[in-house]
Structures are given as structure tokens and as C-alpha cells.
């Protein structure tokens, strides 16, 4: 059974830092692509950043890069997004998703979700 377990969300200030942990079970980590999402109250879910497991390839959100970092350990079978210089526009719940194949940053795309985590960021 495919799991996902997001920790690591919390309040922070503008320009504050938090680190995302998405814990996986159930599944190889080389074969398959980790996404971070988000999705504040009233907006559609957005792909944050996305990796690929097997070769560890990366893309990234216009309105994240250079901002957030997202990386694998795969003995650990853990993705995190470390956030940096938050934004009071980064307010949402973050989820953490797994699909076959390569990363992708479109929601859609992935079968398998977590149960999120939220992260305030005030100004």
C-alpha cells in the first residue's frame, strides 16, 4: 500500500524558512516521481516542485524558484522542499504526491497523495 506523510509545515514569518518532509511506503522511490503541492483556500492546486526518482531531475514553479529546494533521499525513501524567503503568498496546504514514471508539476498527473500540511507565513 502506497503512503505519503508530509510533515514539517508551521507559522513562520516573511523571509523565515521551514523544510517540508514527505515521508513514502509502499513503493520503489528510484521508479517513480515525487511532486509538492499546494493550494490555498479558494485557488486551484498548484505543482510546486517535482523529482524525479530515478535520475533526479527537477523543475520548479516560476513563483518558487530560486526560493524553495526540493531533494531526495531515496535510502530513506524522503523527498523535502526546503522553503526559503517565504512569502505571505506561500500560505497553503502543502501536499506531497507519487506517480509512475518521471516528476511532472501537473496534479492530474499523480496517483497517489498525502494528507497535506500547512504552512502559514505571516507579514
Known amino acids: 500500500e502506497v503512503q505519503l506523510v508530509e510533515s514539517g509545515g508551521g507559522l513562520v514569518q516573511a523571509g523565515g524558512s521551514l523544510r517540508l518532509s514527505c515521508a513514502a511506503s509502499?513503493?520503489?522511490?528510484?521508479?517513480?516521481?515525487i511532486g509538492w503541492f499546494r493550494q490555498a483556500p479558494g485557488k486551484e492546486r498548484e505543482g510546486v516542485s517535482c523529482?524525479?526518482?530515478?535520475?533526479?531531475?527537477?523543475n520548479y514553479a516560476d513563483s518558487v524558484k530560486g526560493r524553495f529546494i526540493i531533494s531526495s533521499d531515496n535510502a530513506k525513501n524522503t523527498v523535502y522542499l526546503q522553503m526559503n524567503n517565504l512569502k505571505p503568498e506561500d500560505t497553503a496546504d502543502y501536499y506531497c504526491?507519487?506517480?509512475?514514471?518521471?516528476?511532472?508539476?501537473?496534479?492530474?498527473?499523480?496517483?497517489?497523495w498525502g494528507q497535506g500540511t500547512q504552512v502559514t507565513v505571516s507579514s
Open positions: 504526491a507519487v506517480r509512475a514514471g518521471s516528476g511532472s508539476l501537473y496534479y492530474l498527473d499523480y496517483d497517489y
Open positions: 509502499g513503493f520503489t522511490f528510484d521508479d517513480y516521481g
Open positions: 523529482i524525479s526518482g530515478s535520475h533526479g531531475s527537477t
